[in-house]
């Protein structure tokens, strides 16, 4: 099977290093990569969103399966494009249709859908240009604190948590009327604001049937003890210690089943991942968002922990038949410590060099996100470097092999959180 990947971060990466495994894997491409993926793929300098080009190197490498890694392509409508043209439409596409990925492209259908489905979420209110006046006032008695969210995609950065009426509303009127967000920021849904343990939950949809891949936890603060600016994720975990039997049915029975449901009920074609951003109040499972791909750097947890044949997972879903497929996972605990430029999630410099990162091994790969191959060397190419991933029989055990790792690695302005996993000691 040929198989191309879009991407370049450490998600990519880790999709990558899964899919090779495969014996199923004739050739792995992965456009544009980074300086890690040329180990499991060829890197391919295209871009995600360049479908023409897609197109053209599809139809001449014969690619069997086209794997979109980000939001990017689905919201773009890469399902579409492949599955209304006679030359790709043989190729299947794991992500959903544009329809689908409106989940993650527009916060505000993405509520409305839950609404519909009786899917347990935070009360909210969307406002526009249109009720700008309507959404000051509605903001000036509205409990504290206050999330405001750009209704579409905003890199992860579109989420303000306001605990001051006065900073809530100079939010808001930044966002609409001066486009902190560009056209992201054009509606702005306003939510209560839930208190409780955030976690991550991952299903794979053939449309019909899914299956659960395991749990996991992101931190997205940038400064230890969750506090800062957010950013893409500093670090993630797997499994969640809270997200046992008893929780994982709820969350089943009240929100995975009834989305995949409620896709098909509207004649949503969904094919792929979605990811359940979910808090933990008190015992009971609220949606805070959902996306439609892998997070990122929760992907670095996941995959080392799924034992299944990605790829067969894959031709399961193009059968829809995953409802024949029993997922397995390793036993032991994952922890992801993540490298960032310093100066992230704001200003920061590219063009470090970076020394000290180790070959995989059987219980810790280092999966390259933001770096770049230079004459032999390996630079630093974004905000989120590197991701040190670990396994163990428990989670401290991963952490302390992570961080230990961590330190070793060098870079200039090489920055990491030591307290990932912090609840859990």
Known sequence: MN????????????????????????????????????????????SVSDFEGIKAFCIDKKIDLLLPGSEEPLVLGVFDFFANDPALQHIPVIGPSQSGARLEGSKAFAKEFMLRHNIPTAAYREFSEANFEEGLAY??????????????????????????????????????????????????????????????????????????????????????????????????????????????????????????????????????????????????????????????????????RLQNDLLELFSAVKGQNLDKVTVSEDPRAAATVMLVSGGYPEAYEKGKEITGIPAPTADQIVFQAGTKADGGKTLTNGGRVLAVTSLASDLQQALAHSKETAESISFGGKYYRRDIGYEFR
Request: aromatic letters at 8%.
């Open 3 to 46: 198989i191309l990947l879009l991407g370049s971060g450490g998600r990519e990466h880790a999709l990558a290093w899964k899919m090779a495994q495969s014996p199923a894997c004739t050739k792995l491409y992965i456009a544009p990569g980074n300086a890690g993926t040329p180990a499991y793929g060829e890197n391919v300098h295209l």
């Open 139 to 304: 903001l000036s008695e509205h409990s504290l604190p206050i999330v405001l969210k750009a209704d579409g995609l905003a890199l992860g950065k579109g989420v303000v948590i306001s605990s001051l009426h006065e900073e809530a509303i100079a939010e808001y009127t930044e966002m609409i009327k001066s486009a902190k967000f560009g056209d992201a920021s054009k509606k702005v849904v306003v939510e209560q604001f839930l208190t409780g343990i955030e976690l991550s939950v991952f299903a794979l949809s053939d449309g019909k049937n899914y299956v659960l891949l395991p749990s996991a936890k992101d931190y997205k603060r940038i400064g230890e003890g969750d506090t800062g600016l957010n950013t893409g994720g500093m670090g993630a975990i797997s499994p969640v210690p809270f997200a046992d039997a008893a929780f994982m049915k709820k969350v089943e029975d009240r929100v995975v089943r009834p989305t995949v449901a409620g896709l098909a009920a509207e004649g949503i074609v969904y094919q792929g991942f979605i990811f359940f951003g979910l808090i933990n109040v008190e015992g009971e499972p609220f949606v805070i968002e959902y996306n439609c791909r892998m997070g990122d750097p929760e992907t670095e947890v996941v995959m080392p």
